[in-house]
């Protein structure tokens, strides 16, 4: 299972950005997008700010919630969404599509290749739900601690290594 991880702004500007691969069940922590989809990553991530935006100003059934579970779906792709107090999106792309073996490729009538999904992977899961949602809140614990430094102003990129760390941290802990 592979992850992008990306906050995003009060202004939708990317602030942090991070690849990473499962670590829980024997995996080695290494994402495995495939390279024909590994750039649509970003592209998937931000259509779905429309739909935060929907249930974040969305009235009484918004119910002023930080972690908003799984959003969106892109073909094999699903997203998660987490707000902060401040507005910043945390948003986590979880691709279950594993790297196939050459042999199991199929050729389309159109030369793409296409691969098989995992059909073991459910977004909605309560175990899945709570490991991503402990997730969230490391990083927030994280993200608080690092706006707080003076030197930060809002909407600046995060370049931090210690930040990154972390993240890989919770990542590797919780996914």
């Known amino acids: 299972m592979s992850y992008y991880f990306v906050i995003i702004g009060t202004k939708d500007n990317p602030l ?39 249930i974040q100003w969305g009235g009484p059934q918004a119910g002023g919630q930080m972690y908003l579970k799984h959003i969106d779906r892109f073909q094999s792709s699903y997203i998660s969404c987490f707000l902060t107090a401040t507005n910043n ?12 073996a050459p042999s199991s490729l199929t050729r389309t009538s159109t030369s793409r290749t296409s691969y098989p999904a995992s059909s073991t992977y459910n977004p909605t899961a309560p175990a899945t739900e709570e490991a991503i949602k402990n997730f969230f809140l490391d990083v927030y614990d994280a993200w608080v601690k690092t706006v707080m ?3 930060y102003s809002l909407d600046q990129r995060v370049t931090s290594p210690v930040f990154k760390g972390r993240v890989a941290g919770a990542a590797k802990k919780y996914l």
């Open 149 to 151: 430094n003076p030197f």
């Open 16 to 54: 942090f950005e991070h690849e990473f691969g499962t670590s829980k069940q024997g995996g080695d922590g290494i994402a495995r997008f495939r390279e024909d989809a590994r750039h649509m990553n970003q592209f998937i991530v931000h259509s779905s700010l429309d739909i935060v935006e929907e």
């Open 89 to 100: 999106k945390f948003l986590l792309l979880t691709s279950p599509t594993a790297s196939p």
